[in-house]
């Protein structure tokens, strides 16, 4: 296992097959404040529902999909439905473009109330997003912790995904590695995740 918390503005976090770079403070914390607080009062959150063994749970958090393309966004059986894209989204969209080097048409937007909220192990290898997507993701409020795990050689990394950062995930690594944002019993505040991608329009 490898745990990450040196303050070097970007580095590459995954050792093998694939890249997930993380960039410290691409936001500044004032923009990311007012972001943060517009974004919480302003998006259309939704809570879907998410079926395991037969059985019905809502999301372990709020979400919403927002894209210009009509693409609804469907993983683990769930449909969600194309939301616009905003001013604000838009302004995060270009600056992700520019720092990763890729263009992003779509988002999923998410909402961790507090350290009860989380998502398991997944890896957004979804036909849509194209076979070695490029995955800009964004945080915003408290820091989080994201872990990787290799499916093959179960190697796991750590790190701290902290206010204003950008993780840029591209090549094998949806393929190769899972990723999850785990449960904390420690008193954490809320936190926005952006994940920008890039879609083929319907
Ligand atoms: O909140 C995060 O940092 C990760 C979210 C995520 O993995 C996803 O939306 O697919
Ligand atoms: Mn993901």
């Given at each position: 296992?490898?745990?990450?918390?040196?303050?070097?503005?970007?580095?590459?976090?995954?050792?093998?097959?694939?890249?997930?770079?993380?960039?410290?403070?691409?936001?500044?914390?004032?923009?990311?404040?007012?972001?943060?607080?517009?974004?919480?009062?302003?998006?259309?959150?939704?809570?879907?529902?998410?079926?395991?063994?037969?059985?019905?749970?809502?999301?372990?958090?709020?979400?919403?999909?927002?894209?210009?393309?009509?693409?609804?966004?469907?993983?683990?059986?769930?449909?969600?439905?194309?939301?616009?894209?905003?001013?604000?989204?838009?302004?995060?969209?270009?600056?992700?473009?520019?720092?990763?080097?890729?263009?992003?048409?779509?988002?999923?937007?998410?909402?961790?109330?507090?350290?009860?909220?989380?998502?398991?192990?997944?890896?957004?290898?979804?036909?849509?997003?194209?076979?070695?997507?490029?995955?800009?993701?964004?945080?915003?409020?408290?820091?989080?912790?994201?872990?990787?795990?290799?499916?093959?050689?179960?190697?796991?990394?750590?790190?701290?995904?902290?206010?204003?950062?950008?993780?840029?995930?591209s090549g094998l690594s949806q393929i190769c590695w899972v990723h999850q944002i785990a449960k904390t019993k420690t008193a954490v505040g809320p936190r926005i995740?952006?994940?920008?991608?890039?879609?083929?329009?319907?």
């Amino acid at each position: 296992m490898t745990t990450f918390s040196l303050f070097n503005d970007s580095q590459e976090i995954l050792p093998f097959d694939g890249s997930a770079v993380l960039h410290r403070r691409v936001f500044s914390e004032e923009f990311s404040r007012k972001a943060f607080e517009r974004l919480q009062a302003e998006t259309p959150w939704e809570q879907p529902e998410i079926v395991m063994f037969g059985k019905k749970y809502p999301q372990a958090g709020k979400s919403t999909w927002h894209t210009n393309t009509g693409v609804n966004y469907v993983y683990s059986r769930i449909e969600r439905v194309a939301h616009p894209m905003t001013d604000l989204l838009d302004e995060f969209r270009l600056k992700c473009e520019s720092v990763a080097g890729a263009s992003f048409n779509s988002v999923l937007v998410n909402l961790y109330r507090d350290g009860n909220d989380s998502v398991s192990w997944h890896s957004d290898n979804e036909a849509i997003n194209g076979r070695e997507p490029t995955i800009a993701s964004v945080s915003l409020g408290a820091t989080r912790r994201f872990d990787l795990r290799h499916r093959e050689t179960k190697q796991t990394v750590r790190v701290d995904l902290e206010d204003g950062s950008l993780l840029v995930m591209s090549g094998l690594s949806q393929i190769c590695w899972v990723h999850q944002i785990a449960k904390t019993k420690t008193a954490v505040g809320p936190r926005i995740n952006l994940t920008f991608r890039l879609v083929n329009r319907a």
